[in-house]
């Protein structure tokens, strides 16, 4: 990559750099203009070289005053934002950057200030702690970038960001970048920019294109199979899991240690130091698959993450575009998968208007075809060795081996031998759920899905075995109380079924619906016959065919 300063240029090269991307091509001519700037985009298009390069080219390495200050909404970011300016910057040999956030002790700080750093990159809480103590001083800075702006706004670093761009100088220039543009970021652009040029690569909040997107119908017990399924398939170098809670976060890396993978977590209840060991030993690539709560969505450079896999679906459809931004970064390739299950088909449609893209659906790979692929991946591993590798210290017991035994007995020994951990076939057959997507919410059965769920227990029921289920009509429903959570177990009390084996359910004023299998016919007439619920005597038939 040409550049103008040949130190840069170096770093640049060695970073892999090409050519610029949209936000930095039309960015960086503006910033060293000396205007201020306003970029709207998404995470992913290489926002921290837009501002860092101009920045880097215009400090005075001379001086023993903070020049710039850069604002982030979290410590992750804070320590990804320093690496990678300390990354452009690795040639300029006077550069001096601190990291200033909480969790860590001050005083490690309070000794990097002392060395007179030129750039300061920090969270809103900590940078005025060390202003307090006199230790950061913005009376001299020419360069203010607030990084993430939106994204500080909610976590309610408003005063804070007042605070910290009341105590700058008024000769200096202001930089924004946010993926959204609340009217509280256009209010402090009016207060605190000068006449700010506003640069937009984005159309409403599309994802990025170069992110192939599927969606999985799977029921919640099958989440964890699904996700050993794509990996083996699709074998990607780094993955990143999202879950809506601490709680599923725990248990989802848990369930894959356990299944041998090399997985750990990130979330808010962990200490800060665990935090950030795990976020570097996943950006070193240490670790093979990261599972976070929305903690890790927003802003992280994490360069080789090949799928994203959303096994919740976000409960905001903006958190979606931020969690797939993880992959498909600045050109790159990737994927984002979402495990859906019945009571989430609403929260997805949501996500597809909100980024204007339909998500095609996929079905999970048998394990069938998990292991043809995985076949089909050893075969040429080992051709590679053959066309490649000197195999030569090897041919003296190759030949004992094949003194007395056959050539093909040999092979499939060694292949048992090497064979990896494989716990994909633990949940045998298609694990895939048949749910239809279609306008208000109603279900393939006529009724509205309810949000306990119920309609999501017994799997799939295609069209080919309906025969195999009966469906019944009970004169009860929320007349008397009834929501399909107390039906289902009413009907589990007396029929002595599992909540499993009793399927879409369906609850009017006066009467529901549900639906077993026609082995338990018999049971469910005798023991749901000539019976008093809340003083109304039930009675069970046939449903009618529609």
């Known amino acids: 990559m040409l550049y103008e300063n040949k130190n840069i240029e170096r770093s640049l090269t060695e970073m892999g750099f090409e050519e610029f991307t949209e936000i930095q091509a039309k960015t960086i001519p503006l910033l060293k203009e000396g205007k201020d700037v306003i970029g709207h985009s998404q995470t992913g298009t290489g926002k921290t070289a837009a501002y860092t390069l101009p920045i880097l080219e215009r400090i005075n390495y001379e001086s023993n005053l903070i020049q710039a200050i850069i604002l982030l909404p979290t410590r992750e970011l804070a320590v990804q934002v320093k690496r990678e300016i300390d990354k452009i910057g690795k040639y300029i040999q006077k550069l001096k950057t601190v990291c200033v956030y909480g969790g860590e002790p001050i005083s490690k700080q309070i000794q990097a200030l002392k060395r007179k750093p030129q750039i300061i990159i920090g969270t809103p809480g900590r940078t005025i702690d060390h202003i307090n103590r006199k230790l950061i001083k913005l009376h001299n800075i020419s360069f203010v970038i607030l990084d993430e702006a939106d994204e500080m706004l909610k976590m309610g670093f408003k005063e804070d960001i007042e605070t910290i761009l009341s105590a700058t100088n008024a000769e200096h220039q202001t930089m924004m970048f946010s993926a959204t543009m609340p009217k509280p970021i256009q209010n402090i652009a009016k207060r605190y920019m000068n006449d700010p040029v506003h640069v937009s690569v984005v159309t409403g909040e599309e994802a990025n294109k170069d992110i192939t997107q599927y969606y999985y119908n799977v029921n919640e017990k099958n989440k964890n199979e699904a996700v050993s399924r794509l990996l083996h398939v699709y074998n990607p170098k780094l993955t990143l899991i999202f879950c809506n809670t601490k709680r599923k976060v725990d248990d989802v890396t848990r369930e894959l240690i356990k299944k041998g993978y090399n997985a750990d977590k990130i979330h808010g209840e962990l200490a800060q130091t665990a935090r950030l060991d795990v976020l570097n030993k996943f950006h070193h690539e240490v670790l093979d698959i990261l599972v976070a709560t929305d903690v890790a969505a927003r802003g992280l450079d994490i360069k080789n993450v090949g799928v994203v896999i959303n096994y919740d679906v976000p409960e905001k459809a903006e958190f979606y575009v931020h969690r797939i931004g993880r992959t498909g970064r600045i050109g790159n390739k990737g994927y984002a998968f979402a495990l859906v299950n019945r009571k989430d088909m609403g929260r997805l449609e949501q996500v597809m208007r909100f980024t204007k893209q ?189």
Not at 476 to 491: D, H, N, Q, R, Y
């Open 358 to 546: 339909p998500i095609k659906k996929r079905n999970i790979p048998t394990p069938e075809k998990v292991i043809a692929v995985k076949q089909e991946k050893e075969l040429e591993e080992i051709r590679e060795i053959i066309n490649t590798q000197n195999t030569n210290r090897q041919f003296d017991l190759a030949t004992k081996l094949l003194e007395d035994t056959e050539a093909v007995k040999v092979v499939c020994a060694l292949l048992t031998k090497i064979e990896k951990k494989d716990t994909s076939g633990r949940i045998f057959g298609d694990i895939n759920e048949n749910i239809s997507r279609s306008k208000g919410g109603r279900n393939d059965r006529g009724g509205r899905n309810d949000r306990s769920g119920r309609n999501d227990r017994g799997g799939r029921q295609s069209k080919e075995n309906d025969r195999d289920f009966v469906r019944f009509h009970i004169n009860i429903g929320t007349g008397v109380g009834l929501s399909p959570k107390k039906l289902a177990e009413l009907i589990s009390e007396r029929t002595k079924l599992r909540n499993q084996q009793i399927r879409d359910i369906t609850i009017r004023h006066a009467f529901s619906f549900f639906t077993v299998n026609r082995k338990h016919e018999k049971t469910v007439m005798k023991t749901l016959t000539n019976f008093t619920y809340k003083g109304k005597k039930a009675s069970i038939q046939h449903a009618k065919e529609k």
